[in-house]
């Protein structure tokens, strides 16, 4: 329980006092009147004695009395009404409140921290009305009347005879049968008369004189001259004197009922108020009621019949109760209790209640007890029988005998007054009353015996419950306190007698007693057992108090301490004390708080809505309502319907109250902050018919940080290239959508009158639909000029400015249970400036199904046809608030400094925060018969066409794409091919030129400048300028220019960026650049392999005896499995291109002019090349290719021009990119680097194969000719080259090795390949030579053997004719013929010198022989020891000789 400020040692002392009657003529009753006050409510705060009192017991031992209180009160005639009962208590507690700011004691329990009111003032307050409201019963004498006050005032006619009146009045009220209220104890009632006299008024002569009088015949110790009034009341305002009546008057309300004023009261009351609730004297001036004098008549608690109890429970929309009317009537007033009366006269009423107490009171309870103890004596004194002899004959009127079952089943016997057990009862009780603990114990125990005998079990009740508290206020404790009595007791009213009015005063008693012995478990438990459905705000009270014994135990129950409030709160709710219930929740959420209890959380949040609500507590009540929502719940959907319901209905109301306050922020749906993108720029255009509109970006794109980064280098590329290859400090990379991934510590940039689109991500936790309707963004804005100063005014504007800014609204969002789906929320900027977005605004609703058109689950007041549902679209549509959410992005986390990394700081996150700049060029891209799948080296011609959408001239257009060999836009000789797509349906992309066809395999020669193609010194070829007529392209103009493309050589899906660059004519200060971005996916299928290979040709001879022919073999292999289409393959051209060599002709064998190739076919060719006239040979820094062309079939493509030579110096370029291995340049090494290089430089070529193509498709029953071409790129000598990119075979793994490094500095030494190409050979012979063996037996032919130095310095070579004596197998084969002569040669040969040396070789007899014996070893002239010359690997040179 609750600490209260009462102990229990005081508390039941105080609870169970002497009562006494008071009785006033009417001249008495206005008397005390003038101070607002009757004559009882005048005693009440003096009835406490302030001095000890002594008076003797039985035994003549002297009984000391503490702290003694009595209790007077006016005479009622009417017993009070369970009723009226039930509703003072519901207002005492109503009425009794926490104080406000009380400090809450903060109890801490193993993990939790309660803020816990300690005391429970409105259950004390309860308690003593309840305990003082008790109506007096017949079974106990403890608040029946021990004496009577009769008063009269002394400025009456005849005082004495009022007196005499009076006293008759009293004795009639005793002893008429009509009258069976009030209860007294015993029939001789002390009477006690009192003079009340008027100081200020009235004649104190006469007064004294009256009350000698009185003493005559009353004697003095039963009459009392009391003075009151000693100042008059319009001399109130002149001191303060302390008011003591109010604290009484106002901690029960049945005090305060009426306002008393000077005229007469009513005694009916309003029909219509619960108001029929007198004052508890209820005393009036004229008003006489069955023939009694004004003062006693209908109890004050009696109830209007027409009066309903339970109308007066406070709620909202309910009148309050008269009481209440009449508190505020009362405060606005501002009466003042005992006006009239000085401090002087506090003393005199104290002194009166002293010596009524001393002389009257306590001699009358001596007299009285020594009577009952001596009849109880004499009682014991006689025998058994006899006794019962006695009990029978004075209980004759007893009723008769039944049998234990129907006792049981009763409340037992019914004594007649004067019984003995009765006697010992009221013994016992006046014992108790005077606080003789001791034999008031030993009485009740003796009357529990006889009471149990006789099953009489209402009054055995009575005497155990009483036995048991006098026991346990016994001084010094002789006995354990007998909780088993009282829980005997509690039973027995409870279950035998049906007396919950008892039970519960039993528990409240029993439940104090144990709470002091800090038996804390069987107190609660106690307090539990009297709940019960009969009386709400009892069981509320117990259960509140039961939660307190929980959380005051040695090891606090924490969770049982909720539980129990939460049950108190129900049931205060059911009483209709909302205030109570509210608080009983509110501390019980204290402890399910974020525990995962969910449901209970719920629950608890829902009622504290609804009562806060109820209470017109309305921000409490939104707030309990947010957190249902805003917490994942587990209800049903039915049930979180209704929660939202309830919560938008109180929502509405709220926002009634202040219709102009800031809109609420609504806790639904929920907004992923983080996950909000911004978008600057209008929506992508869809594909219009063979126009594709460029992809740039859209919200419908995901975020790839891997292209986002190539997006980033294209753009710094082309940066780089137009500020002169420096990227500027302040460049930073273009982001049109910014989103968590995105750079967002800079203000982002927006161009006035392109939109703004926001998307928001909304996500609906919950299991019911949430329709959002005019959704818009919230914003601020600031106009401000960029380009001059800023404006001297700087205006803060915020959403209600259209002509600043555009804001689109959506009219209906819908979000499904559990959905989460983004919005997309535009604002049109006209202003220059600085835009805050802020959030969004919208209206919350529901859906509602035909449940909710008949109104069902709505709250109280909610009714349908008010207004609440109206259909919008399809929709039923329930109630909508007005709400915004706030968009509040956290940055991202700092990690750079070591502060930052020890602390948690956040950067900004500005994505909300764009700049709006002024005009820029807007820039569209239409691609125009653009493919999608192309087969690899597949040439196709496409249009592009630019659109200035803006209204500002555009110009500087450039695209970067990282794969520049996929695309021209054709060189200086474009203009050759077809302009217009529709011109270009049939044609080829080519430029060609019909051949004669006598030039067949023999090379057609042109040639061109790298440069013309944009591939010149030091460019990058990957930023192309877009050839645009003038430079600019004006607002609204649009242009088409031709675009050839390329299937890339790898088979697959490829995704090809292109970014445009554009810049605006006038030269903006915030945005240099802008940019548009493409993606084009190409889908490439096999076609065919080109792999080729270039040699020497052993033939020395041309047409200026110059050395250094090749042959080149080029192997064609259609890898083209038929999947697009593709029937054959024909090759209709190869060409050459490179700076020092061309084709001459082709020396194929077959005579077949038409080279098709099937699937899976592989043809070869073999073509001779020449190099290149000294004329056409021009110098490194010209960039000058020849073409030469070797046709196969009757049309020359002009591989020199465009498109052919475009994607031929791509490839070139692209292949350039690669790196090569740069040489060191130690000086000591020069010279054998030098030559290293030299010997390399012997086995270069850089001869470049073109091979042009048809392929022959059909599609849709329609035969088409697709055109395209390979390269080749000839590096090496005898080393293969091919036209599609090697996969490269992983190394294989190697055991790890340690040594040391002898010697770091190894010079690089050329490979064999390498030597054997710096000499080469040639033997010139007859093929088959004829020599008569029977005539000479040694044939000699004669043999040339040329060497031609390929390198341009000078070679010392050494010819060795000796057969090598490796192997017996060796000499079988040339060993049956010799050379004669020199066996070794010594030469010089100068650079590129050709010379020729006569041998002789001598046969024995015929066959075929291999000539190519001779080795050569040939060095460097200026390298002495460096290289060890290589043998040349000699072609087999095969003879035959014949016998004729």
Same mark, same amino acid.
């Given at each position: 329980?609750?600490?209260?400020?009462?102990?229990?040692?005081?508390?039941?002392?105080?609870?169970?006092?002497?009562?006494?009657?008071?009785?006033?003529?009417?001249?008495?009753?206005?008397?005390?009147?003038?101070?607002?006050?009757?004559?009882?409510?005048?005693?009440?705060?003096?009835?406490?004695?302030?001095?000890?009192?002594?008076?003797?017991?039985?035994?003549?031992?002297?009984?000391?009395?503490?702290?003694?209180?009595?209790?007077?009160?006016?005479?009622?005639?009417?017993?009070? *009404?369970?009723?009226?009962?039930?509703?003072?208590?519901?207002?005492?507690?109503?009425?009794?409140?926490?104080?406000?700011?009380?400090?809450?004691?903060?109890?801490?329990?193993?993990?939790?921290?309660?803020?816990?009111? $300690?005391?429970?003032?409105?259950?004390?307050?309860?308690?003593?009305?309840?305990?003082?409201?008790?109506?007096?019963?017949?079974?106990?004498?403890?608040?029946?009347?021990?004496?009577?006050?009769?008063?009269?005032?002394?400025?009456?006619?005849? %005082?004495?005879?009022?007196?005499?009146?009076?006293?008759?009045?009293?004795?009639?009220? *005793?002893?008429?049968?009509?009258?069976?209220?009030?209860?007294?104890?015993?029939?001789?009632?002390?009477?006690?008369?009192?003079?009340?006299?008027?100081?200020?008024?009235?004649?104190?002569?006469?007064?004294?004189?009256?009350?000698?009088?009185?003493?005559?015949?009353?004697?003095?110790?039963?009459?009392?001259?009391?003075?009151?009034?000693?100042?008059?009341?319009?001399?109130?305002?002149?001191?303060?004197?302390?008011?003591?009546?109010?604290?009484?008057?106002?901690?029960?309300?049945?005090?305060?009922?009426?306002?008393?004023?000077?005229?007469?009261?009513?005694?009916?009351?309003?029909?219509?108020?619960?108001?029929?609730?007198?004052?508890?004297?209820?005393?009036?001036?004229?008003?006489?009621?069955?023939?009694? %004098?004004?003062?006693?008549?209908?109890?004050?608690?009696?109830?209007?019949?027409?009066?309903?109890?339970?109308?007066?429970?406070?709620?909202?929309?309910?009148?309050?109760?008269?009481?209440?009317?009449?508190?505020?009537?009362?405060?606005?007033?501002?009466?003042?209790?005992?006006?009239?009366?000085?401090?002087?006269?506090?003393?005199?009423?104290?002194?009166?209640?002293?010596?009524?107490?001393?002389?009257?009171?306590?001699?009358?309870?001596?007299?009285?007890?020594?009577?009952?103890?001596?009849?109880?004596?004499?009682?014991?004194?006689?025998?058994?029988?006899?006794?019962?002899?006695?009990?029978?004959?004075?209980?004759?009127?007893?009723?008769?005998?039944?049998?234990?079952?129907?006792?049981?089943?009763?409340?037992?016997?019914?004594?007649?007054?004067?019984?003995?057990?009765?006697?010992?009862?009221?013994?016992?009780?006046?014992?108790?009353?005077?606080?003789?603990?001791?034999?008031?114990?030993?009485?009740?125990?003796?009357?529990?015996?006889?009471?149990?005998?006789?099953?009489?079990?209402?009054?055995?009740?009575?005497?155990?419950?009483?036995?048991?508290?006098?026991?346990?206020?016994?001084?010094?404790?002789?006995?354990?306190?007998?909780?088993?009595?009282?829980?005997?007791?509690?039973?027995?009213?409870?279950? +035998?007698?049906?007396?919950?009015?008892?039970?519960?005063?039993?528990?409240?008693?029993?439940?104090?007693?144990?709470?002091?012995?800090?038996?804390?478990?069987?107190?609660?438990?106690?307090?539990?057992?009297?709940?019960?459905?009969?009386?709400?705000?009892?069981?509320?009270?117990?259960?509140?108090?039961?939660?307190?014994?929980?959380?005051?135990?040695?090891?606090?129950?924490?969770?049982?301490? $909720?539980?129990?409030?939460?049950?108190?709160?129900?049931?205060?709710?059911?009483?209709?004390?909302?205030?109570?219930?509210?608080?009983?929740?509110?501390?019980?959420?204290?402890?399910?708080?974020?525990?995962?209890?969910?449901?209970?959380?719920?629950?608890?949040?829902?009622?504290?809505?609804?009562?806060?609500?109820?209470?017109?507590?309305?921000?409490?009540?939104?707030?309990?309502?947010?957190?249902?929502?805003?917490?994942?719940?587990?209800?049903?959907?039915?049930?979180?319907?209704?929660?939202?319901?309830?919560?938008?209905?109180?929502?509405?109301?709220?926002?009634?109250?202040?219709?102009?306050?800031?809109?609420?922020?609504?806790?639904?749906?929920?907004?992923?902050?983080?996950?909000?993108?911004?978008?600057?720029?209008?929506?992508?255009?869809? $594909?219009?018919?063979?126009?594709?509109?460029?992809?740039?970006?859209?919200?419908?794109?995901?975020?790839?940080?891997?292209?986002?980064?190539?997006?980033?280098?294209?753009?710094?590329?082309?940066?780089?290239?137009?500020?002169?290859?420096?990227?500027?400090?302040?460049?930073?990379?273009?982001?049109?959508?910014?989103?968590?991934?995105?750079?967002?510590?800079?203000?982002?940039?927006?161009?006035?009158? @392109?939109?703004?689109?926001?998307?928001?991500?909304?996500?609906?936790?919950?299991?019911?639909?949430?329709?959002?309707?005019?959704?818009?963004?919230?914003?601020?804005?600031?106009?401000?000029?960029?380009?001059?100063?800023?404006?001297?005014?700087?205006?803060?504007?915020?959403?209600?400015?259209?002509?600043?800014?555009?804001?689109?609204?959506?009219?209906?969002?819908?979000?499904?249970?559990?959905?989460?789906?983004?919005?997309?929320?535009?604002?049109?900027?006209?202003?220059?400036?600085?835009?805050?977005?802020?959030?969004?605004?919208?209206?919350?609703?529901? +859906?509602?199904?035909?449940?909710?058109?008949?109104?069902?689950?709505?709250?109280?007041?909610?009714?349908?046809?008010?207004?609440?549902?109206?259909?919008?679209?399809?929709?039923?549509?329930?109630?909508?608030?007005?709400?915004?959410?706030?968009?509040?992005?956290?940055?991202?986390?700092?990690?750079?400094?070591? @502060?930052?990394?020890?602390?948690?700081?956040?950067?900004?996150?500005?994505?909300?925060?764009?700049?709006?700049?002024?005009?820029?060029?807007?820039?569209?891209?239409?691609?125009?018969?653009?493919?999608?799948?192309?087969?690899?080296?597949?040439?196709?011609?496409?249009?592009?066409?630019?659109?200035?959408?803006?209204?500002?001239?555009?110009?500087?257009?450039?695209?970067?794409?990282?794969?520049?060999?996929?695309?021209?836009?054709?060189?200086?000789?474009?203009?050759?091919?077809?302009?217009?797509?529709?011109?270009?349906?049939?044609?080829?992309?080519?430029?060609?030129?019909?051949?004669?066809?006598?030039?067949?395999?023999?090379?057609?020669?042109?040639?061109?400048?790298?440069?013309?193609?944009?591939?010149?010194?030091?460019?990058?070829?990957?930023? +192309?300028?877009?050839?645009?007529?003038?430079?600019?392209?004006?607002?609204?103009?649009?242009?088409?220019?031709?675009?050839?493309?390329?299937?890339?050589?790898?088979?697959?899906?490829?995704?090809?960026?292109?970014?445009?660059?554009?810049?605006?004519?006038?030269?903006?200060?915030?945005?240099?650049?802008?940019?548009?971005?493409?993606?084009?996916?190409?889908?490439?299928?096999?076609?065919?392999?080109?792999?080729?290979?270039?040699?020497?040709?052993?033939?020395?001879?041309?047409?200026?005896?110059?050395?250094?022919?090749?042959?080149?073999?080029?192997?064609?292999?259609?890898?083209?499995?038929?999947?697009?289409?593709?029937?054959?393959?024909?090759?209709?051209?190869?060409?050459?291109?490179?700076?020092?060599?061309?084709?001459?002709?082709?020396?194929?064998?077959?005579?077949?002019?038409?080279?098709?190739?099937?699937?899976?076919?592989?043809?070869?060719?073999?073509?001779?090349?020449?190099?290149?006239?000294?004329?056409?040979?021009?110098?490194?820094?010209?960039?000058?290719?020849?073409?030469?062309?070797?046709?196969?079939?009757?049309?020359?493509?002009?591989?020199?021009?465009?498109?052919?030579?475009?994607?031929?110096?791509?490839?070139?370029?692209?292949?350039?990119?690669?790196?090569?291995?740069?040489?060191?340049?130690?000086? @000591?090494?020069?010279?054998?680097?030098?030559?290293?290089?030299?010997?390399?430089?012997?086995?270069?070529?850089?001869?470049?194969?073109?091979?042009?193509?048809?392929?022959?498709?059909?599609?849709?029953?329609?035969?088409?000719?697709?055109?395209?071409?390979?390269?080749?790129?000839?590096?090496?000598?005898?080393?293969?080259?091919?036209?599609?990119? *090697?996969?490269?075979?992983?190394?294989?793994?190697?055991?790890?090795?340690?040594?040391?490094?002898?010697?770091?500095?190894?010079?690089?030494?050329?490979?064999?390949?390498?030597?054997?190409?710096?000499?080469?050979?040639?033997?010139?012979?007859?093929?088959?030579?004829?020599? %008569?063996?029977?005539?000479?037996?040694?044939?000699?032919?004669?043999?040339?053997?040329?060497?031609?130095?390929?390198?341009?310095?000078?070679?010392?070579? +050494?010819?060795?004719?000796?057969?090598?004596?490796?192997?017996?197998?060796?000499? @079988?084969?040339?060993?049956?013929?010799?050379?004669?002569?020199?066996?070794?040669?010594?030469?010089?040969?100068?650079?590129?010198?050709?010379?020729?040396?006569?041998?002789?070789?001598?046969?024995?007899?015929?066959?075929?022989?291999?000539?190519?014996?001779?080795?050569?070893?040939?060095?460097?002239?200026?390298?002495?020891?460096?290289?060890?010359?290589?043998?040349?690997?000699?072609?087999?040179?095969?003879?035959?000789?014949?016998?004729?």
């Amino acid at each position: 329980m609750a600490q209260c400020v009462q102990s229990v040692q005081e508390l039941i002392p105080d609870s169970f006092v002497p009562c006494v009657a008071a009785l006033c003529s009417d001249e008495a009753e206005r008397l005390t009147r003038l101070n607002h006050l009757s004559f009882a409510e005048l005693l009440k705060p003096f009835s406490r004695l302030t001095s000890e009192v002594h008076m003797r017991d039985p035994n003549n031992q002297l009984h000391v009395i503490k702290n003694l209180k009595i209790a007077v009160s006016n005479i009622i005639t009417q017993p009070p *009404q369970p009723g009226a009962i039930r509703k003072l208590l519901n207002d005492v507690v109503s009425g009794s409140q926490p104080a406000e700011g009380l400090v809450a004691n903060v109890i801490t329990a193993g993990d939790y921290d309660l803020n816990i009111s $300690a005391t429970t003032p409105w259950f004390e307050s309860y308690r003593e009305s309840f305990l003082q409201s008790m109506p007096a019963s017949d079974h106990e004498f403890l608040n029946h009347y021990l004496a009577c006050m009769l008063v009269a005032s002394s400025s009456e006619a005849e %005082p004495v005879e009022q007196f005499s009146k009076l006293s008759q009045e009293q004795h009639r009220i *005793q002893h008429n049968s009509d009258y069976s209220y009030p209860k007294w104890f015993i029939p001789n009632t002390l009477k006690y008369y009192v003079l009340l006299h008027d100081v200020s008024a009235g004649d104190e002569q006469r007064a004294e004189s009256i009350y000698e009088e009185m003493k005559q015949k009353y004697g003095t110790q039963g009459c009392y001259l009391l003075k009151i009034n000693s100042r008059t009341s319009n001399r109130a305002s002149d001191e303060q004197i302390p008011d003591p009546w109010s604290q009484y008057l106002q901690k029960n309300s049945i005090q305060n009922q009426e306002s008393y004023e000077d005229g007469p009261c009513t005694i009916t009351s309003n029909k219509n108020s619960d108001s029929n609730l007198l004052s508890l004297d209820g005393l009036d001036n004229e008003v006489k009621v069955d023939g009694l %004098p004004n003062s006693f008549r209908a109890h004050p608690l009696q109830l209007d019949t027409s009066s309903d109890p339970s109308n007066s429970i406070d709620g909202p929309d309910h009148v309050k109760s008269a009481s209440s009317l009449h508190e505020t009537k009362k405060a606005n007033t501002g009466i003042i209790h005992g006006a009239c009366l000085t401090l002087t006269d506090h003393d005199r009423i104290r002194q009166f209640i002293q010596e009524f107490t001393f002389r009257g009171l306590l001699p009358h309870i001596e007299k009285t007890i020594r009577q009952l103890n001596d009849q109880l004596i004499s009682r014991k004194g006689l025998s058994r029988s006899l006794f019962s002899a006695t009990k029978k004959w004075f209980s004759g009127s007893k009723v008769p005998e039944k049998s234990i079952n129907e006792l049981k089943n009763t409340s037992g016997l019914l004594y007649p007054p004067e019984a003995p057990e009765l006697q010992i009862r009221k013994m016992a009780d006046l014992c108790f009353l005077v606080q003789h603990y001791d034999l008031a114990y030993s009485c009740y125990h003796t009357a529990k015996k006889d009471f149990l005998n006789d099953q009489a079990m209402l009054y055995a009740a009575g005497a155990l419950e009483m036995a048991a508290v006098s026991a346990f206020l016994q001084p010094g404790a002789p006995r354990p306190y007998p909780a088993h009595y009282m829980d005997t007791a509690i039973q027995t009213y409870r279950d +035998i007698c049906k007396n919950m009015v008892l039970a519960e005063r039993c528990v409240l008693l029993s439940a104090e007693i144990l709470k002091s012995q800090s038996k804390y478990s069987e107190a609660a438990a106690l307090l539990i057992r009297l709940t019960s459905e009969d009386s709400d705000l009892r069981s509320a009270l117990l259960l509140e108090q039961a939660a307190h014994c929980f959380i005051n135990m040695k090891s606090p129950m924490v969770r049982k301490y $909720a539980f129990h409030m939460i049950l108190a709160g129900h049931r205060f709710s059911k009483a209709g004390q909302k205030k109570h219930a509210l608080r009983c929740y509110c501390q019980a959420m204290q402890v399910y708080k974020g525990k995962g209890w969910s449901l209970a959380e719920d629950h608890i949040n829902f009622t504290i809505g609804r009562q806060s609500y109820t209470l017109r507590q309305l921000d409490n009540a939104v707030s309990a309502f947010r957190h249902i929502l805003i917490n994942e719940s587990k209800q049903s959907a039915a049930q979180q319907g209704a929660f939202l319901r309830e919560y938008l209905y109180v929502y509405k109301n709220v926002s009634q109250l202040s219709p102009d306050g800031p809109l609420p922020q609504l806790p639904l749906p929920y907004i992923n902050s983080s996950a909000t993108r911004v978008f600057f720029g209008h929506d992508r255009r869809p $594909a219009d018919g063979e126009k594709q509109a460029a992809t740039h970006i859209s919200l419908d794109q995901e975020y790839d940080s891997e292209s986002s980064q190539q997006w980033r280098e294209l753009e710094e590329q082309v940066v780089a290239v137009v500020n002169r290859g420096v990227i500027p400090s302040n460049f930073h990379p273009t982001q049109y959508c910014l989103n968590s991934y995105s750079d967002n510590s800079r203000f982002p940039l927006a161009v006035v009158e @392109e939109p703004i689109t926001v998307e928001v991500a909304f996500r609906n936790p919950l299991k019911v639909p949430l329709l959002l309707t005019d959704l818009s963004l919230l914003w601020k804005f600031q106009p401000k000029d960029f380009s001059g100063k800023d404006n001297e005014e700087v205006k803060e504007l915020v959403t209600s400015e259209p002509e600043m800014i555009g804001t689109e609204v959506i009219s209906e969002f819908l979000l499904n249970s559990e959905e989460s789906k983004v919005a997309r929320l535009k604002l049109f900027p006209h202003h220059v400036g600085e835009l805050h977005i802020l959030g969004v605004v919208y209206n919350l609703g529901t +859906i509602q199904g035909s449940m909710a058109v008949d109104g069902i689950g709505a709250l109280p007041g909610c009714h349908t046809g008010h207004g609440l549902f109206f259909i919008s679209g399809k929709h039923f549509f329930s109630m909508s608030v007005r709400g915004r959410q706030d968009l509040e992005i956290q940055g991202p986390r700092l990690n750079n400094t070591k @502060e930052e990394k020890t602390s948690i700081k956040y950067g900004p996150d500005r994505r909300l925060d764009p700049i709006i700049t002024e005009e820029m060029p807007l820039l569209e891209v239409f691609f125009i018969h653009f493919p999608t799948g192309l087969l690899c080296g597949e040439i196709r011609k496409a249009y592009v066409e630019f659109v200035n959408v803006s209204k500002c001239p555009l110009t500087g257009l450039k695209v970067v794409s990282k794969r520049p060999e996929f695309f021209t836009f054709g060189g200086n000789t474009a203009v050759l091919t077809p302009l217009s797509p529709s011109a270009s349906e049939n044609c080829s992309a080519y430029k060609t030129v019909v051949t004669d066809s006598t030039s067949v395999c023999t090379a057609l020669i042109s040639s061109a400048s790298s440069v013309d193609f944009g591939i010149g010194i030091g460019s990058q070829p990957e930023v +192309i300028p877009v050839p645009l007529p003038d430079t600019v392209l004006l607002p609204g103009a649009s242009v088409q220019l031709p675009m050839w493309l390329r299937g890339p050589d790898e088979e697959g899906v490829h995704e090809i960026n292109f970014l445009f660059y554009y810049e605006s004519v006038k030269k903006q200060p915030k945005i240099r650049h802008r940019i548009l971005r493409h993606t084009a996916v190409i889908c490439t299928s096999r076609s065919l392999n080109v792999r080729a290979t270039v040699c020497r040709s052993n033939s020395l001879e041309d047409e200026e005896g110059r050395g250094g022919n090749m042959l080149v073999f080029v192997d064609v292999e259609n890898t083209n499995t038929s999947e697009a289409g593709v029937k054959e393959f024909h090759i209709v051209q190869v060409s050459s291109s490179s700076k020092h060599w061309k084709l001459q002709k082709s020396v194929n064998l077959s005579e077949n002019k038409d080279a098709k190739l099937a699937s899976r076919e592989k043809g070869k060719f073999c073509f001779k090349a020449i190099r290149c006239k000294e004329k056409e040979v021009a110098t490194q820094s010209s960039e000058k290719y020849t073409f030469a062309d070797i046709i196969f079939g009757n049309e020359q493509i002009v591989s020199s021009a465009s498109p052919c030579a475009d994607f031929f110096y791509r490839s070139l370029s692209s292949e350039l990119k690669t790196p090569q291995a740069q040489p060191s340049g130690h000086t @000591e090494k020069q010279s054998a680097e030098d030559a290293v290089r030299l010997i390399q430089k012997c086995s270069e070529v850089d001869l470049n194969i073109v091979v042009l193509w048809k392929a022959y498709v059909v599609e849709d029953s329609k035969q088409l000719i697709l055109e395209g071409q390979h390269h080749v790129i000839l590096r090496t000598i005898g080393k293969e080259a091919f036209s599609y990119p *090697q996969k490269q075979e992983p190394p294989e793994m190697e055991l790890l090795k340690f040594s040391r490094p002898e010697n770091t500095s190894v010079s690089s030494r050329p490979s064999v390949e390498q030597l054997s190409n710096l000499i080469k050979t040639s033997l010139h012979y007859p093929e088959s030579f004829n020599h %008569p063996f029977h005539q000479k037996s040694l044939c000699l032919v004669p043999v040339t053997l040329l060497l031609s130095n390929c390198s341009k310095a000078d070679v010392d070579v +050494i010819v060795d004719l000796r057969h090598k004596t490796t192997s017996p197998e060796a000499l @079988e084969v040339h060993g049956s013929f010799t050379w004669l002569g020199q066996t070794q040669y010594k030469l010089q040969l100068k650079s590129q010198e050709i010379h020729s040396l006569q041998l002789k070789a001598c046969f024995v007899h015929a066959g075929v022989y291999n000539l190519g014996t001779p080795r050569v070893f040939a060095k460097l002239s200026d390298q002495v020891t460096v290289f060890e010359a290589s043998q040349q690997n000699s072609m087999p040179a095969l003879i035959i000789i014949n016998n004729v």
